[in-house]
């Protein structure tokens, strides 16, 4: 028959309990911390006033851009047949075609330039209807005061430039890396 062995609790001797004592006296109770979220005081944006004026801006120049783009278009398609044009071998010597190719290629060139200003410009407008137009993007979350307006870019910037999205400052910082 097999015997049982039971567990004897034994008892720790005194120096062992001793030194528990200690170590529980020595521990540093835990301090409950809180953390508090920084409030942050709301920036301010541009008011009704500025978006309007801003908006009429970017208006007025989405407006020349488009013109601008129905020009290059009809001067590389032919109007009549609504395809790209091409040269007229019978007037054409070797010469003049690579001119005449080189033309097309600056043209569209062109066009795709002012394709991608209407996109930033159009990018503009909906940030003014979002209510985000004017705040500099690299200042927003923690501004930098590298302007004077910080975080919004100053408005003689975006008089110059209607579709900047950084201020001068940030943008020649960016510059440089």
């Known amino acids: 028959m097999a015997k049982a062995k039971i567990a004897v609790k034994k008892k720790p001797t005194k120096a062992k309990a001793k030194s528990e004592r200690i170590a529980k006296s020595v521990k540093p109770k835990a301090k409950k911390v809180v953390v508090k979220p920084i409030k942050r005081k709301p920036v301010k944006g541009y008011g009704a006033r500025d978006l309007a004026y801003f908006k009429q801006i970017i208006t007025e120049k ?19 047949t609504g395809e790209y044009a091409s040269e007229n071998s019978t007037y054409s010597m070797h010469m003049e075609q690579g001119t005449d190719a080189m033309e097309r290629e600056k043209t569209f060139l062109f066009a795709s330039r002012e394709g991608k200003f209407l996109n930033y410009l159009d990018d503009a ?21 590298l302007c004077k307006t910080c975080p919004l ?3 003689e910037r975006l008089e ?11 943008k020649n910082l960016k510059q440089k890396f």
């Not at 110059?160 to 940030?170: D, G, K, L, S």
């Open 62 to 80: 989405r407006k020349e851009i488009l013109e601008e783009l129905a020009i290059l278009k009809e001067s590389m398609m032919d109007v009549t």
């Open 125 to 145: 407008l909906r940030r003014i209807e979002k209510g985000t137009y004017g705040f500099c993007i690299e200042c927003i979350d923690e501004p930098k005061y």
């Open 153 to 155: 870019i100053p408005k």
């Open 160 to 170: 110059a430039v209607p579709h900047a999205q950084m201020c001068v400052e940030c």
